[in-house]
């Protein structure tokens, strides 16, 4: 069923929006987000939201609380996993999906096909913090938050965010589950780390409102989080339930900076993280996420957020530990939740929530109040006018060469030179030197050892390169290190990042020995960190030492190209390593 808002209507609406956006603007005149769009979830709803909620049941009210998830990937139409897609659709009713691993087609077909299904619209998400290649084989990648962070450079990060809106509606989603406004402040923490911006308030606030900015005037839907803050944990929520043992002044000086610059700049979403914060939630692993006191109370009614909030993934043990699907359910709607991401059981959800709105746990009015946000977001999405997305060709419109382009020109902007003992950097007359490449990779095929291989040889005419994994040092690098005294140069490229699930933060250590070893030849020794920028604290003594922060293809290119002199090393460290090497440490040449 499609359903035309009339002329005239949408001339009153648009009059009436602009009308009190103009005024909210005029209160905000040092705001760089003019498209405060979050505001429209306080104006009355127009004649096309009030005449869809009173048309709507009970329960397809509550339905539209519920996001399930979907994997475009070479999907079926005879399978399982699409026929209950289908059903969720035209009988469960539910509000929307999450999208995960697929092409461009897919998820274009995917988007299609469900939205057909569906007799409301349907809000479709995704995870793309850094682009859409997080998730789509075929999208764009850009560098890390933590880069942006160090090149700090926000008219970029503002770019970077349109691009990324630009593709994420070409493929059918609208709601971005992010920038990531966690303040990483815990060198040791297992899940956020390169994801955030940085360890400063404002720099993460500067940053994150510059992708916000970017996403929203793309017409998609911003997500701020991990709220209240997950930049100071040492446990991963996808195993257990972190605990932030700080005052709310402490919270209120740090983690919540970012995110009450993003409201009061007009972000439409806020996430909420699976933590316990026992300053605001007395009881014992109740999370944030299900918590009334941080959820309406804190978030809601203190910090005057009155756009959607959205759970994290509800399939976390940090959640699925302590509470069954039934009781997750009410709880998010008790708390104040809005969207209920990737519960278990989509049919259960609704089934428990209905269940207490009978039983008058919860009141009809508390189901209407998220229907009709959820409603209003369609609207200004314009899926009541066009829900269909181009399936043809698709790929020929993302990933394009501008679009890298400009990945590749904030990685250039990124790159910190943290340490230069001797003086080596940039290289210069290297004709006829030989130059070591040593990969630590300790990931396996999730490390991008490949691009760093095809490319060398544009870098350095004589070259050996030589890898070793996370347990022991390879016979054909044990083979190679004999030689190594012949080489004027070694440099060692460190695969380490921060993979979620496994509490993993540093490089093994024979890997930690292998780089003091190299260091006692007393040659000229560059350690390249391709992921977590605190791995100098196991081997201070390096004399040379580069920050990446991760290994995208553009990173990997920005660090060779700044070794080499091609291009000048421009960025700032956006956290602390050491009391030696702090914030805003880097050598510019």
């Known amino acids: 069923m499609k359903i035309i808002l009339a002329i005239p209507l949408l001339i009153a609406s648009a009059i009436t929006y602009f009308s009190l956006k103009d005024q909210v603007i005029e209160k905000k005149q040092d705001s760089d987000i003019t498209k405060t769009e979050a505001f429209i979830y306080t104006l009355p709803s127009d004649k096309l939201i009030t005449k869809k909620l009173s048309s709507m049941t009970l329960r397809e009210k509550i339905a539209q609380m519920v996001i399930g998830s979907a994997i475009p990937d070479n999907f079926s139409e005879t399978s399982a996993d699409f026929k209950k897609l289908k059903r969720l659709c035209k009988q469960t009713k539910i509000g929307g999906f999450i999208f995960f691993k697929g092409s461009s087609a897919d998820y274009s077909r995917l988007s299609n096909y469900l939205q057909s299904f569906s007799e409301t619209p349907l809000l479709i998400s995704a995870d793309f913090e850094r682009g859409t290649k997080m998730r789509v084989t075929d999208g764009v990648i850009f560098p890390n938050n933590m880069a942006i962070g160090a090149a700090n450079n926000p008219e970029l990060c503002y770019k970077m965010g349109l691009e990324i809106a630009r593709e994420t509606r070409l493929l059918g989603i609208h709601q971005n589950y992010a920038p990531v406004c966690d303040v990483n402040n815990n060198p040791n923490n297992p899940i956020i780390n390169v994801r955030s911006f940085g360890e400063d308030p404002k720099l993460v606030s500067k940053m994150s409102e510059s992708m916000i900015k970017g996403l929203q005037e793309g017409k998609v839907i911003a997500t701020v989080k991990h709220f209240p803050g997950h930049g100071d944990t040492e446990i991963d929520s996808h195993n257990d339930l972190p605990v932030l043992n700080f005052s709310m002044d402490r919270l209120s000086e740090i983690e919540l900076v970012p995110f009450k610059n993003a409201i009061d700049k007009g972000v439409m979403s806020v996430m909420i993280a699976h933590l316990s914060f026992p300053e605001l939630e007395q009881q014992p692993n109740i999370p944030a996420s299900l918590s009334p006191s941080i959820v309406e109370g804190l978030l809601i009614n203190k910090m005057g957020f009155s756009g959607l909030v959205v759970t994290d993934a509800l399939n976390m043990k940090g ?63 314009g899926l009541f006018d066009n829900r269909s997305v181009q399936e043809t060709d698709i790929y020929n419109s993302v990933n394009t060469a501008s679009a890298n382009e400009l990945a590749q020109q904030i990685a250039d902007e990124s790159i910190t030179l943290v340490k230069d003992d001797n003086s080596i950097l940039p290289l210069k007359n290297e004709s ?56 004027d140069l070694i440099i060692v490229a460190v695969y380490a990042k921060v993979r979620f699930g496994t509490g993993k933060i540093s490089i093994s250590p024979v890997n930690v020995d292998l780089i003091n070893s190299l260091r006692k030849l007393n040659k000229n020794l ?40 091609k291009t000048k090393f421009k960025g700032k460290l956006p956290v602390t390593i050491t009391e030696t090497f702090t914030f805003g440490t880097g050598i510019n040449k």
């Open 319 to 381: 959640i699925t530990k302590y509470f069954s699907n039934a009781e997750v359910a009410v709880m998010c709607v008790q708390a104040g939740i809005d969207l209920i991401l990737m519960n278990l059981n989509e049919e259960g959800t609704v089934d428990a929530i209905e269940a207490a709105v009978m039983s008058g746990k919860i009141s009809e009015d508390r189901i209407n109040r998220s229907a009709e946000k959820i409603l209003k977001t369609k609207q200004w999405l």
């Open 432 to 487: 006829g030197k030989k130059t070591a490449v040593i990969a630590i990779s300790e990931g396996g095929e999730q490390d991008n050892t490949a691009y760093m291989v095809n490319i060398l040889s544009g870098y350095f005419s004589n070259y050996e390169y030589v890898s070793t994994g996370p347990n022991s040092i390879e016979p054909l690098l044990e083979e190679k290190m004999k030689l190594i005294s012949d080489y």
């Open 526 to 565: 560059v350690v390249l960190s391709l992921g977590n920028p605190y791995l100098l604290k196991e081997f201070p003594d390096a004399p040379c030492y580069i920050c990446a922060y991760g290994d995208s293809d553009v990173s990997i290119n920005a660090s060779l190209r700044a070794i080499t002199g």
